[in-house]
């Protein structure tokens, strides 16, 4: 039997990342075997998920993936002793129009699965109330169960004495109190936190939220509390992503790292092969590979270095004569023409599209996406639908190419990023997270 939760709270910012890394490592040190998840589309907490357990982390989302989909990733979850998955933004945010299982909210994942939640609540600037606002999430939703909370930022022994007090009137479970603790921040840029393995110290900093979480939560009460199930039957994977190629050249390195891991194993899955490359170590696709992909990250901080990498652009574009090349995002924008920095200085990219981007001038373009192609790009045909997500800073200065895709919000209104493709070169701002279904 797998002990299952779901850790989520009343909004973003109140401690879900430190809460999850800091118990996935305690109970790591225990012995037990770890396996976390993360609610809806992001590719930074899984990457901390991983180094706090040893083991990837995939994402659970209800507005892009199907029942089946979501049920072949949970499988994981049946040979692990804990099973946590890392909700995001507030328990009940998602968008106004569902998808293809909710509207990609973390309580969606929560009902689907049949998994409990453990609210992180912060009492700060309140006491009594926090009881309130976790009551209130308890009774919210038919089929989302609250089997406690941990609360996190306490200012004293008073102020904790009493929120619980309130807690027990309310007939809601503390599982532990976490007092104030600046030291185990963990640092943020502009899309989010910094990344795991830009982090020279991630590993002790996890070890401090182990030791600080141990020491604060009943880590005992958590685990045998009866709201904590086993896994539900599960299923194969279904209607993630088709492989772009039978031999897949991928660029990772720093500058390209926003790749999901259940996509990854979709494509090996269906028996591709994927070669990895660094572009910013001067390196070019595999020669003998017969597809390139670029996925997104951070080009925009190593922009002035991509530019003087010579062997990779000739390699890239010598590649993109014979065979297609497609582009997410970051790499979208590195197979541009051009990208501006932050200063305002402009890099020369690859050039194998005309799309001039620019940092300059920041604007930010977030949420999910629904996109029918124009054209084709590597594993689909024109006419497919794709659902992903759309999330950046950078300005289209300009987009000249032939569009790759007609793409619209969950809303269904249409949006103006339309991606790009030029002969064998493909590339859009939407990450890809499954097939429409």
Not at 81 to 104: K, Q, R, T, Y
Not at 339 to 354: N, S, V, Y
Request: with cysteine; net charge neutral; charged share 20%.
């Amino acid at each position: 039997m797998t002990a299952s939760l779901i850790i989520s709270a009343p909004a973003s910012g109140v401690g879900k990342t430190t809460l999850t890394l800091g118990l996935a490592r305690a109970c790591r040190d225990r012995g037990m075997k770890v396996q976390c998840f993360k609610s809806g589309p992001d590719y930074i907490d899984p990457a901390f998920h991983k180094a706090a357990t040893g083991l990837p982390s995939v994402n659970l989302d209800s507005w892009a993936m199907s029942r089946a989909a979501i049920d072949g990733l949970v499988a994981r979850a049946a040979e692990a002793d804990v099973a946590i998955a890392e909700g995001s933004m507030g328990l009940f945010d998602g968008v106004a129009a569902s998808g293809i299982g909710g509207i990609g909210a973390t309580a969606d994942v929560a009902a689907m699965l049949g998994w409990p939640v453990v609210l992180v609540i912060d009492p700060s600037g309140q006491a009594q109330t926090a009881a309130a606002v976790a009551a209130g999430m308890r009774d919210f939703r038919p089929g989302v169960r609250v089997a406690g909370v941990v609360l996190n930022n306490v200012a004293s022994a008073r102020h904790e004495a009493l929120v619980r007090h309130a807690m027990a009137e309310a007939g809601i479970a503390v599982f532990g109190a976490l007092p104030r603790n600046a030291a185990i921040a963990i640092p943020k840029r502009h899309l989010g936190l910094v990344q795991a393995e830009e982090q020279a110290k991630v590993d002790h900093l996890i070890a401090d939220a182990a030791r600080f979480v141990a020491e604060h939560v009943d880590l005992d009460a958590v685990l045998r509390s009866e709201a904590i199930v086993a896994p539900s039957n599960v299923t194969t994977p279904s209607g993630v992503a088709k492989p772009p190629g039978q031999r897949i050249a991928l660029a990772r390195d720093a500058a390209f790292s926003f790749v999901y891991p259940h996509m990854l194993e979709a494509w090996r899955g269906a028996g591709a092969e994927i070669v990895t490359f660094s572009p910013l170590a001067d390196e070019g696709p595999d020669a003998d590979a017969d597809v390139c992909w670029l996925p997104g990250g951070y080009p925009e901080l190593h922009a002035g270095r991509l530019a003087a990498c010579a062997r990779f652009r000739r390699a890239l574009q010598s590649f993109a004569e014979t065979r297609p090349v497609h582009g997410e995002c970051g790499g979208y924008m590195v197979l541009g023409a051009g990208l501006t920095d932050a200063d305002g200085i402009r890099h020369e990219m690859a050039g194998l599209l005309g799309l001039e981007t620019s940092f300059a001038k920041r604007r930010m373009h977030l949420g999910y996406r629904l996109a029918k192609l124009a054209a084709p790009m590597p594993g689909y045909d024109s006419g497919a639908r794709l659902r992903g997500h759309e999330f950046h800073y950078s300005t289209i200065v300009a987009q000249p190419d032939m569009p790759l895709a007609t793409v619209h919000d969950a809303t269904g209104a249409t949006v103006a990023e339309t991606g790009s493709c030029r002969r064998n070169t493909t590339g859009t701002f939407f990450h890809l997270i499954a097939e429409d279904r």
